[in-house]
């Protein structure tokens, strides 16, 4: 039953929507909205051609009043989108040329990502995927012949890794049906899904879901994607429970991001908030350089610095793997921990807040 409250003028068939997209249907497309929300004054800045859309859960995770809140940087456009940025392109990491098949990227051994649509739940302004092509990579949604023939061609694939955009926002009923494709292939031991929206719209990991995931004979792998600590409250603790109820793996990937996640503190906060919630750290991905998302970017001796201050503070088992992605490398190329700024031995690191080395 959905209580009378919650009707909205335009509801669909009650019947055939599920709450989790009842609740996407109603997020905030509008930067002057959340800005009010918010209590910040002001006016808001144009999202240079990629629309906001933060669900209202998400949003009711930030601090009212305060502009440089963690989670608001990275949904809010800002007049720096606009600016042309030299190295900051529509593709950053090659993947136009690595589109095998529409919606099939095949560049590491054994591993194959489907682009199962371009939609996610929340629309982050960093995002590399904010200009690729996704009427190409999947000129038709529901047919995934030509994806289920490459892999069921080639035995060398073992796992098959869905994402998009965000593969959750399509229905359970699509990807249930989807799995089953997948499974039919003898050779495919593993899924795993890279998705945001259980950390953006934690409603999404419901029953249906949770079924057809605890159904498949396959391994599965579910990679999250969360960037700050305060993105990670009970409701996504929750979820992440479901998750690893249905037998999944359950991992994080982050984006590192200047004035988000920048800070020492910041980065093993976020490690033990997902560790709280069940979910170990997998990689942080240095910032793709993506045309509009310059003001993300953090130099690669900073962030070797940041992750040795966050090393030297937490369990090697919560210290996300520092990585870039590099266009024709047959993996992620690691970034080796800068401990200079470290002090021997079991003190703490004396990196200040921005992840260098303080000054004396
Ligand atoms: C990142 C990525 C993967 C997964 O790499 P792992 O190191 O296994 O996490 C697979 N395929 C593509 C195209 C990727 O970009
Ligand atoms: S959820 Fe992922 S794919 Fe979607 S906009 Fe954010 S970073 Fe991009």
Redesign the pocket.
């Known amino acids: 039953m959905i209580p009378a409250t919650r009707k909205q003028k335009n509801d669909p068939a009650p019947a055939t929507v599920a709450e989790w997209q009842r609740e996407l249907a109603m997020a905030i497309r509008d930067a002057g909205e959340l800005r009010s929300l918010l209590d910040l004054p002001g006016d808001a800045a144009g999202d240079a051609g990629f629309p906001v859309r933060v669900p209202r859960g998400y949003a009711a995770r930030m601090r009212r009043g305060d502009p440089h809140d963690p989670l608001l940087a990275q949904v809010l456009p800002s007049a720096a989108e606009g600016r042309e940025v030299p190295g900051f392109g529509p593709d950053p ?1 090659g993947d136009r040329a ?1 589109m095998i098949r529409p919606g099939v ?4 051994h054994g ?3 489907l682009v199962t649509t371009g939609a996610c739940g929340i629309h982050c302004r960093y995002c590399f995927r904010r200009e690729f092509p996704y009427a190409d990579a999947n000129p038709r949604p529901d047919d995934w012949q030509a994806a289920i023939d490459y892999i069921a061609g080639d035995d060398s694939i073992e796992e098959v ?1 869905l994402s998009g955009g965000d593969p959750l926002s399509l229905s359970d009923h699509k990807l249930a049906g989807l799995v089953e494709r997948i499974e039919a292939i003898p050779h495919v031991g593993t899924l795993r899904i890279h998705t945001r929206l259980p950390v953006v719209l934690p409603e999404r990991v419901d029953d249906a879901l949770c079924d057809w995931l605890s159904g498949t004979r396959l391994a599965t792998v579910v990679v999250l994607h969360a960037n700050h600590g305060n993105e990670i409250d009970a409701s996504v603790g929750a979820a992440a429970a479901r998750l690893r109820a249905t037998g999944a793996m359950v991992l994080n990937q982050a984006v590192l991001l200047r004035g988000v996640n920048d800070k020492v503190q910041a980065m093993a906060e976020l490690s033990r908030r997902l560790f709280a919630a069940g979910v170990l750290p997998y ?1 942080l991905h240095m910032l793709d350089p993506v045309r509009g998302a310059a003001q993300f970017e953090t130099g690669s001796e900073e962030a070797r610095r940041l992750m040795a201050g966050v090393a030297a503070l937490l369990p090697g088992y919560l210290v996300p793997r520092l990585v870039v ?1 590099q266009a024709g490398r047959p ?2 190329t690691p970034l080796a921990h800068d401990w200079s700024g470290c002090r021997d031995g079991m003190t703490t690191p004396t990196l200040d807040s921005a992840g260098g080395p303080s000054t004396p």
């Open positions: 990491v690595a990227l095949h560049k590491y591993r194959v990502l890794i990689y992605e993996g992620k």
